[in-house]
């Protein structure tokens, strides 16, 4: 009678599918890819919205700013309701100030936002910076 690897297979299927549940739980933190790509020093903008789009992980506005579209990163629905903003006021023609960080490639146009000014109102998408 000749041994059966069953043993081998069964634990081989048992580490396999391991690794696959650990790399299922790792997604989400490699899905909100944090702040790495910015600049430490803070910026400012000033530009009008040319498109908006609302929702998670984060809203992004486009900005045109002399004469260039900026991508601006705001801050997930939760936070922008936590610091007064309604979707209807982050909509196409709205003149905006953004105050924050650029990309730390200076071809990249995009803006990670964390203060915006809106008709002189701030609104603070993160109180607790500076």
Same mark, same amino acid.
């Given at each position: 009678? @000749? ?18 549940? /650990?790399? &299922? ?10 702040? +790495? =790509? ?7 903008? #000033? /530009? @009008?919205? +040319? ?15 002399? /004469?260039?579209? =900026?991508?601006?990163? +705001?801050?997930?629905? =939760? ?5 007064? &903003? %309604? ?6 023609? +709205?003149?905006? #100030?953004?105050?924050?960080? %650029? ?12 203060? &915006?000014?809106?008709? /002189? %109102? #701030?609104?603070? &998408? ?5």
């Amino acid at each position: 009678m @000749t041994p059966t690897p069953a043993p081998f297979f069964s634990r081989a299927l048992l580490q396999l599918a391991a690794a696959a549940l /650990g790399l &299922l739980l790792a997604l989400p933190a490699a899905a909100h890819h944090g702040w +790495v =790509w910015a600049e430490d020093v803070n910026s400012e903008l #000033t /530009g @009008t919205i +040319v498109a908006a789009r609302l929702g998670n992980p984060h809203g992004e506005l486009t900005l045109a700013v002399d /004469g260039a579209n =900026w991508i601006v990163e +705001v801050g997930q629905p =939760w936070r922008n309701e936590r610091a007064g &903003l %309604k979707d209807a006021m982050l909509v196409k023609g +709205v003149k905006l #100030t953004v105050s924050g960080h %650029k990309h730390s490639d200076p071809k990249k146009k995009v803006f990670k936002a964390e203060r &915006l000014v809106i008709d /002189g %109102k #701030t609104y603070d &998408l993160y109180p607790d910076r500076n």
